[in-house]
């Protein structure tokens, strides 16, 4: 059952046509689509085919929620890629990535739609059980892709059966009446869908990552308490737990055995393997270090009194990365640091660094200092980027996490903060994650709403760097005018700061009280239009083709 998750039958396009039947002639060597799926094998083959649209991507295999972060304020992407101008705010209906995205999607709902729609061919020779477990799964995928599509677009069409071309002129829907489609098709799914997942069926959908779905669905359109009530149906269960390891979450060999694991992207050599760590590895390690986190998001970790660096009496500018919350490690690989069995260092002057592969370590070229393409801000993403193979950086088999339930425990914190209902298990729900054994912040108690909201938030964007949450977050609390109309920094490339930013209660570093901030490597001027760029614009060629469609507001 595993590997079918990997063998994934593809089903595309929107129209399905009919003919004269008398003329029609079954193929012989592949399924046909007037009978197709007929029985239960040819049903989970199609059911593959809608996981598979999960793999959709643009750049070096990673898939889309990952990319999202590169156009928000915590990451960057060197090349010159469509992705670079939305966050920098240059995009337009011409957005090639944009288009992609779109599409994708859609092709993914249509997966879907063509299977609901005649699944019912394979009933009478599928197990009960079996059938409605995969019309859940199928649609909670749906309403997965859904909720993609309207955090990206807001208002789009909702096409919720296959398509003839009489029918393919198509306007908008709007935003609230998709969430509450996506909200009952969980509701459907949520009672046929397994509690518990088997190893033999590692990847597959269960009752707590629709609930979790459920709970972020809520959650991102102000819905408190429903979005309180799934989250806490998760906590209830006991089906899963935080992993007392952090940095274990994004490695393939360890993530198969960790119960904070919901609702994944699995990958496995010879089948689908995504080239993210190429993308992002340092240059002694062979990769390009072209997506990056920046100064900003390294500024935005805690020191281990749970105090900000600019209140804390522990930050030290001579020593900037003591004494600070273990995830900032775990999520960033930091100057000093060893990585791929060399020394990481960014400062200029380290024209040579240690090779911790021979014996004795030796001291060779450092390509982290002196390449041109090397690292704009000084930093490299660790996590997903493990090096159990560093010489096959593009055969990562590391599963890309959608959702987890460190998640969901924020998720209950924070609905249930907003709804003015802070109590015991507000608390218990942050502590539960800011301390698993390998991170052990300080424990949170005794706040206001205000003070919860700002640690929440604080919280949300250490815990999930690079794991694509940013880009719905900073526009669902509207800050993202606020956060995304900044410069995009990296370290003085000779030196650290002299002093601390001043962090404000989102966790964003303002560097005009900093000495030598003028120091600092300009990676970008970022421009955000809050009028506009809260949303992405309807692809140009959609809405020639779709006459139907408008453009959002301001493109």
Same mark, same amino acid.
């Given at each position: 059952?595993?590997?079918?998750?990997?063998?994934?039958?593809?089903?595309?396009?929107?129209?399905?046509?009919?003919?004269?039947?008398?003329?029609?002639?079954?193929?012989?060597?592949?399924?046909?689509?007037?009978?197709?799926?007929?029985?239960?094998?040819?049903?989970?083959?199609?059911?593959?085919?809608?996981?598979?649209?999960?793999?959709?991507?643009?750049?070096?295999?990673?898939?889309?929620?990952?990319?999202?972060?590169?156009?928000?304020?915590?990451?960057?992407? $060197?090349?010159?890629?469509?992705?670079?101008?939305?966050?920098?705010?240059?995009?337009?209906?011409?957005?090639?990535?944009?288009?992609?995205?779109?599409?994708?999607?859609?092709?993914?709902?249509? $997966?879907?739609?063509?299977?609901?729609?005649?699944?019912?061919?394979?009933?009478?020779?599928?197990?009960?059980?079996?059938?409605?477990?995969?019309?859940?799964?199928?649609?909670?995928?749906?309403?997965?892709?859904?909720?993609?599509?309207?955090?990206?677009?807001?208002?789009?069409?909702?096409?919720?059966?296959?398509?003839?071309?009489?029918?393919?002129?198509?306007?908008?829907?709007?935003?609230?009446?998709?969430?509450?489609?996506?909200?009952?098709?969980?509701?459907?799914?949520?009672?046929?869908?397994?509690?518990?997942?088997?190893?033999?069926?590692?990847?597959?959908?269960?009752?707590?990552?629709?609930?979790?779905?459920?709970?972020?669905?809520?959650?991102?359109?102000?819905?408190?308490?429903?979005?309180?009530?799934?989250?806490?149906?998760?906590?209830?269960?006991?089906?899963?737990?935080?992993?007392?390891?952090?940095?274990?979450?994004?490695?393939?060999?360890?993530?198969?055995?960790?119960?904070?694991?919901?609702?994944?992207?699995?990958?496995?050599?010879?089948?689908?393997?995504?080239?993210?760590?190429?993308?992002?590895?340092?240059?002694?390690?062979?990769?390009?270090?072209?997506?990056?986190?920046?100064?900003?998001?390294?500024?935005?970790?805690?020191?281990?009194?749970?105090?900000?660096?600019?209140?804390?009496?522990?930050?030290?500018?001579?020593?900037?990365?003591?004494?600070?919350?273990?995830?900032?490690?775990?999520?960033?690989?930091?100057?000093? +640091?060893?990585?791929?069995?060399?020394?990481?260092?960014?400062?200029?002057?380290?024209?040579?660094?240690?090779?911790?592969?021979?014996?004795?370590?030796?001291?060779?070229?450092?390509?982290?200092?002196?390449?041109?393409?090397?690292?704009?801000?000084?930093?490299?993403?660790?996590?997903?980027?493990?090096?159990?193979?560093?010489?096959?950086?593009?055969?990562?088999?590391?599963?890309?996490?959608?959702?987890?339930?460190?998640?969901?425990?924020?998720?209950?914190?924070?609905?249930?903060?907003?709804?003015?209902?802070?109590?015991?298990?507000?608390?218990?729900?942050?502590?539960?994650?800011?301390?698993?054994?390998?991170?052990?912040?300080?424990?949170?108690?005794?706040?206001?709403? +205000?003070?919860?909201?700002?640690?929440?938030?604080?919280?949300?964007?250490?815990?999930?760097?690079?794991?694509?949450? $940013?880009?719905?977050?900073?526009?669902?609390?509207?800050?993202?005018?606020?956060?995304?109309?900044?410069?995009?920094?990296? $370290?003085?490339?000779?030196?650290?700061?002299? +002093?601390?930013?001043?962090?404000?209660?989102?966790?964003?570093?303002?560097?005009?009280?900093?000495?030598?901030?003028?120091?600092?490597?300009?990676?970008?001027?970022?421009?955000?239009?809050?009028?506009?760029?809260?949303?992405?614009?309807?692809?140009?060629?959609?809405?020639?083709?779709?006459?139907?469609?408008?453009?959002?507001?301001?493109?």
């Amino acid at each position: 059952m595993k590997n079918l998750l990997y063998t994934c039958l593809i089903i595309t396009g929107l129209s399905f046509f009919s003919c004269d039947s008398s003329l029609e002639k079954y193929p012989l060597d592949k399924p046909s689509s007037s009978t197709y799926p007929s029985n239960e094998t040819e049903l989970e083959m199609a059911l593959w085919g809608c996981y598979g649209s999960l793999w959709l991507s643009t750049n070096y295999g990673m898939v889309m929620p990952a990319l999202l972060d590169i156009t928000t304020d915590i990451a960057w992407e $060197r090349a010159e890629v469509p992705m670079q101008s939305i966050g920098n705010g240059s995009h337009d209906a011409n957005n090639s990535w944009s288009e992609q995205l779109w599409k994708n999607y859609y092709i993914s709902v249509a $997966r879907c739609n063509y299977l609901l729609d005649n699944m019912e061919r394979a009933k009478s020779e599928t197990t009960p059980s079996v059938y409605e477990r995969i019309k859940g799964e199928v649609k909670f995928l749906r309403a997965y892709f859904y909720l993609m599509l309207t955090e990206t677009w807001g208002d789009v069409p909702l096409v919720t059966k296959t398509l003839t071309l009489a029918e393919a002129q198509i306007n908008q829907t709007p935003k609230s009446e998709i969430v509450d489609f996506i909200l009952k098709e969980l509701d459907e799914a949520i009672p046929v869908l397994p509690v518990h997942i088997d190893a033999n069926e590692w990847g597959r959908i269960s009752q707590g990552a629709a609930l979790a779905i459920k709970a972020r669905t809520a959650l991102y359109n102000n819905m408190y308490d429903i979005a309180a009530k799934a989250a806490k149906e998760v906590i209830d269960s006991g089906e899963y737990q935080i992993d007392d390891s952090f940095e274990n979450l994004f490695k393939s060999a360890t993530q198969s055995n960790s119960k904070e694991m919901m609702f994944f992207i699995t990958y496995k050599e010879g089948y689908r393997t995504p080239g993210v760590v190429r993308g992002c590895t340092s240059r002694m390690g062979g990769g390009y270090s072209s997506k990056i986190p920046v100064q900003a998001t390294v500024d935005s970790y805690e020191c281990i009194d749970g105090l900000p660096i600019d209140k804390s009496p522990l930050y030290d500018p001579l020593k900037p990365f003591e004494n600070r919350d273990p995830r900032l490690g775990y999520t960033i690989v930091l100057p000093g +640091s060893e990585y791929m069995g060399f020394q990481f260092e960014t400062h200029k002057d380290s024209v040579e660094c240690w090779n911790y592969k021979t014996s004795p370590v030796s001291r060779v070229a450092n390509q982290d200092a002196l390449n041109p393409y090397a690292t704009f801000s000084g930093y490299i993403w660790r996590k997903y980027n493990e090096i159990s193979k560093p010489n096959e950086l593009d055969n990562s088999e590391t599963a890309f996490i959608i959702i987890r339930y460190a998640d969901v425990l924020l998720m209950y914190a924070e609905a249930k903060t907003e709804l003015g209902e802070i109590d015991n298990s507000v608390y218990q729900a942050i502590n539960e994650v800011r301390q698993r054994k390998s991170v052990n912040m300080p424990p949170v108690a005794n706040k206001n709403q +205000s003070e919860l909201r700002s640690i929440i938030r604080k919280e949300r964007k250490c815990e999930f760097a690079w794991e694509g949450l $940013r880009w719905s977050d900073i526009r669902r609390w509207g800050i993202a005018e606020n956060v995304m109309n900044k410069v995009l920094y990296g $370290r003085p490339p000779r030196d650290y700061l002299h +002093s601390a930013p001043k962090i404000d209660e989102n966790g964003t570093p303002d560097y005009s009280v900093v000495p030598n901030k003028n120091d600092m490597r300009v990676i970008e001027l970022r421009s955000f239009n809050k009028d506009r760029d809260y949303v992405l614009p309807i692809p140009r060629i959609e809405i020639e083709t779709n006459t139907a469609l408008k453009q959002n507001p301001n493109y």
